[in-house]
């Protein structure tokens, strides 16, 4: 289990305001929710702008480019339920606030191109 890490002070993030913070090799938008404190992957899906830095009210995030909205309880999009970003646990001990970040799994490679000749040798060895 991935352990959580400091990533501000209490202080550090004004209420009603985000900050981006790298974690994991990822990064992440933690916000101020009237001192609670929650945190969502920093990029937006759809043109990867920083979210951390949209305007945040009533617990959504509006993206600063296109004005996609996203819940920073739950990382869900409000436009399309059926799509949603990280989310990520958060804490405060004492003064600092955590979060527990995954790492991202690497994408696969991509799997090797068929070429004609192994198609046909598959074909003729299969009885096709």
Not at 34 to 44: E, L, Q, R, S, Y
Not at 57 to 84: L, S
Not at 103 to 122: D, V, W
Request: hydrophobic share 40%; with cysteine.
């Amino acid at each position: 289990m991935t352990d959580f890490t400091t990533v501000a002070k209490v202080g550090d993030i004004a209420p009603g305001q985000g900050q981006a913070f790298p974690v994991n090799g990822r990064m992440v938008a933690v916000f101020n929710e009237d001192g609670k404190f929650f945190a969502i992957d920093d990029f937006c899906p759809h043109m990867g702008a920083s979210l951390a830095g949209g305007y945040m009210a009533d617990g959504i995030v509006t993206c600063p480019w296109h004005a996609w909205r996203f819940c920073i309880h739950d990382g869900q999009w409000c436009d399309n339920p059926r799509i949603k970003i990280d989310s990520f646990e958060c804490r405060v001990v004492g003064d600092d606030v955590q979060v527990r970040v995954t790492p991202k799994a690497p994408p696969l490679p991509p799997s090797p191109p068929i070429s004609p000749s192994t198609s046909a040798a598959t074909s003729q060895a299969s009885g096709g």
